[in-house]
């Protein structure tokens, strides 16, 4: 497997189960409705288990371009950057396609548009350029470092080894999330959203693309920041 191609299944499975969970909680009808922030929480946590277990051994299972710009910036390698970034892109944008085929009676149900694009992309709680992108900095800050010091040498769990980042995103989410639902993901949002954009989904909202770049540079910045701390540490 290539790691273009890992990257693209990796990451579709993460926002396929990742949004799912969301469409769970909020689409009417479901029988997840009502569940909530932690059932979402977990939801994600567990996306991001299955996502980077099935494609570690073939790309290290970046699944996200705020990791593979900060690897790539601590390490100095640039070259495959485009083709990680890339097969995220197309991952997402799948994952999130398939979220939809699969709940799609549910959305025709639903008239809540604010809740049917929260099942594809993310949106703040309270509006604030500068606290919004804040959270997306110190979120992925959080991560990247998180990532950074499991990815030492350590004991291997062995077919575990994917668990500590899930846990990882677990608590990112319960602590973190509540302000700007922690994108902290450049293609979990903007694959989404693009797609939102274009399917035929009844009764959508605008995509807001005013808010769209914070979910973009926010994580960028912020894994970009963890490497620095890092480095500092080491």
Known sequence: M???IAETIGTCLLVLL???VVANAVLNKTYGNGGGWIVIAFGWAMGVFVGVYATAAASGAHLNPAITIG????????????????????????GSFLVWIH???????????DAVMATFCTAPAIKHTFQNLLSEIIGTTVLMLGVLFISKPHESLGALDALPVAFLVLAIGLSLGGTT???????????PRI??????IKGKRDANWSYSWIPVL?????SILAVLLFNIVQ
């Not at 690897?71 to 970034?85: E, N, R």
């Not at 709940?103 to 639903?110: E, M, P, S, V």
């Not at 797609?195 to 035929?200: D, E, K, S, T």
């Open 2 to 4: 290539t790691p273009f």
């Open 18 to 20: 990742g949004n799912a």
């Open 71 to 94: 690897l790539a910036f601590k390490s100095g390698d640039w070259t495959t950057v485009p083709v990680y970034i890339a097969g995220q892109m197309l991952g997402a944008m799948l």
């Open 103 to 113: 709940y799609r009676k549910h959305y025709d149900d639903t008239d809540n548009a």
């Open 181 to 191: 639902g922690y994108a902290i993901n450049p293609a979990r949002d903007l694959g």
């Open 195 to 200: 797609m939102f954009a274009i399917l035929p």
């Open 218 to 222: 926010g994580p960028i910045i912020g």
